[in-house]
């Protein structure tokens, strides 16, 4: 009798903890850095950047977490995600309203803004063959640091401007809305 209440008492525990079990497996890891997104308007369009604001904490970033002539997804956990209601020009290329995934490619004397077709990634594994266009642009040196990694968008008398600031460095990139 002893032996059946022992087996039972077992059957329960696992009926009742089975479910616990598997909503623990399913549980996406917790995010390391906070998300935030920006939103703006420019000349009529408006544009939403959303991604991952890794904080310094005493690391040297720019060359290091950050390394030179690697792509990075500008950003922490998932690539940096733009959405945009109109068509906007970077340099030359015309790109469509819609969203995407923006990353960088930083350089000691130059930046590389990479716009990707492809959304909802990790930005780890991104595919350069949807890369629309890319802009460069040259970093320039901030007087104070910035602790939080930081994207915004701004309205210029020649367009807009998507900026980055993070550690000592700033790096702008022009668009034009699409008329």
């Known amino acids: 009798m002893a032996r059946s209440n022992g087996v039972s ?16 497996q399913k549980a996406p890891p917790p995010r390391q850095s906070p998300h935030e997104s920006t939103t703006a308007t420019v000349d009529g369009a408006t544009l939403t950047i959303a991604y991952g604001r890794p904080l310094m904490r005493g690391r040297a970033i720019m060359g290091e977490l950050v390394p030179f002539g ?3 997804r500008m950003g922490a956990d998932e690539a940096t995600q733009l959405v945009t209601d109109k068509p906007l020009v970077f ?13 960088a490619k930083p350089e000691k004397g ?3 803004l990479i716009i990707n077709s492809e959304t909802g990634m990790s930005g780890l ?19 104070a640091p910035v ?12 367009g807009g401007t998507i900026t980055m600031r993070w550690e ?3 790096v702008v990139f022009p668009f034009t809305v699409a008329k």
């Open 9 to 24: 008492l077992l059957l329960i525990l696992g009926l009742t903890l089975m479910p616990a079990m598997a909503l623990a």
């Open 70 to 72: 690697y792509v990075w």
């Open 125 to 143: 594994e991104r595919e350069a063959s949807k890369d629309l266009t890319s802009l460069k642009a040259k970093p320039g040196s901030l007087a």
């Open 110 to 112: 130059v930046w590389t």
């Open 168 to 170: 000592k460095t700033e």
């Open 91 to 103: 340099g030359t290329y015309r790109l469509k309203a819609g969203k995407y995934s923006l990353f």
């Open 147 to 158: 602790e939080q990694l930081t994207l915004s968008v701004t309205d210029t008398p020649a």
